[in-house]
């Protein structure tokens, strides 16, 4: 079963930080390009940090210049690093391919921020 499987979410302070990581169980995704994404209590899942294949980034307003997202290929792995987590940061985060395809979608992790 070709899936993606984050980890690293938990409560942590304002301004403090987290990295998340995802593991895709299939090679398909190394020339894939990979996004995080977050959804929030009664809202849209969004997304917040894309990756190509060869590692170029791009950023959501919002997390820019706190967030950097990264790709091992060997390893199937794409991470997220966010720093100065602030309270609307809490969420629900998913790694997927962009454009997102459902079939792919984990369970997630929660980051909570809080004080």
């Known amino acids: 079963q070709v899936q993606l499987v984050e980890s690293g979410g938990g409560l942590v302070q304002p301004g403090g930080s987290l990295r998340l990581s995802c593991v895709g169980s299939d090679s398909i995704f190394s020339d894939r390009t990979m996004a995080w994404y977050r959804q929030a209590p009664g809202k849209q899942r969004l997304r917040v940090a894309t990756?190509?294949?060869?590692?170029?980034?791009m950023y959501s307003e919002s997390v820019k210049g706190r967030f950097t997202i990264s790709r091992d290929n060997d390893k199937i792995t794409v991470d997220l690093q966010m720093n100065n987590l602030k309270p609307e940061d809490t969420a629900v985060y998913y790694c997927?391919?962009?454009?997102?395809?459902?079939?792919?979608w984990g369970q997630g992790t929660q980051v909570t921020v809080s004080s």
């Open positions: 997927d391919v962009y454009p997102p395809y459902a079939p792919y």
């Open positions: 990756i190509t294949s060869r590692g170029e980034t």
